[in-house]
């Protein structure tokens, strides 16, 4: 089983930026496999992985994600060949359609049709690394512009068709054309008891593109800490559950949300929300049950969590995207360190 990480938040703004590198830097040598660089309204996605591509040497830098509305497709497809080319080859590109929030807010686009717009997005991308002339009729992108003085261009750098597109999607529709389209899934709000719910309309679209589960890559995960009080560490994690449930996105509009719905949560998920967005944030975060922090975390005793990898790897997971804990970032690459020899242990027998 593989190893993730991720940098940067919705509202990273760089202070810590020295440490980060730093951090990169050793899971670089630890053997962490991917890290993936995170963008909302703080730094963006693309400068730190080109930064840290020079500091590196193995592990794959992926976009955790480009939000597709924030840039049209050629130039996604522009940098993305950019980034593998500065970093040998090492760049993933890692796509999603964020929320209404940023996307209508933040960059003043429509966020209807976000997958039709993602489908569109991602057809358009392929065609930019195949090197084909972009020419592309579609419900939300058009080009060459009709109408005006425009022609199809071919993009000048050599054909990368092989640079791998992993999607962060959630809805079934959305899963469904994952399979279909992507080389790898960047997943959230997943229990690997109730793996189902994404899995079957995942299989749905790999079977549409000729293909199994065996070939695309399953990214999801949580927080890794080892501890024996386990009270305290499910406690310290409800306050993410409960903006998850109720403030990642609008209140008519939370993909995290219903995809907990699906797994079986929906009472716990529409409490939390309407709490949460009523304005009563410690009694959301009190409305967060124990068991849906444990089921989507790697917190607790060392049993614990070697019983929780096995359960993900059951499930069909490929690589784990971890946090890890620490008060300051040397606490959290010494837990990293921990955490990338007990799973790297486990899944060598998966």
Known sequence: MKIAIGIGSAYYNGDDWNEIVDYAVEADKIGVDYLWSAEAWGMDAVVPLAYIAAKTNRIKLGTGIIQISSRVPSMIAMTAQSLRTVSNNRFVLGLGVSGPQVVEGLHGASFKHPLSRLRECVDIIKLGLSSERIQYQGKHYILPRPGGEGKAIRLSQPPQTDLPIYLATL??????????????????SFIPEQANIFLEPLLEGLAKS????????????????IGENVEDLVAARKPAMAFTLGGMGSAQTNFYNDAFSRAGYADTAEEVQRLWVSGKKEAAIRAVPDELVLKTNLIGSR?????????????????????????????????LAEAADLIHAIGSDY
Do not use: C
């Not at 809805?171 to 959230?188: C, I, Q, S, V, Y």
């Not at 000729?210 to 800490?225: C, K, N, P, W, Y």
């Not at 990898?309 to 837990?335: F, H, M, P, Q």
């Open 210 to 225: 000729g293909r199994t589960l065996a070939d695309i890559d399953i990214q999801v995960g949580g927080s890794f800490e």
């Open 171 to 188: 809805g079934p529709r959305a899963m469904a054309m994952t399979g279909e389209k992507a080389n790898g899934w960047l997943g959230t």
């Open 303 to 335: 049993q614990m969590i070697i019983d929780r990898v096995k359960t993900y790897a059951g499930a069909g997971v490929n690589t784990l995207r971890i946090s890890t804990s620490g008060s300051n970032w040397r606490e959290r690459t010494d837990t």
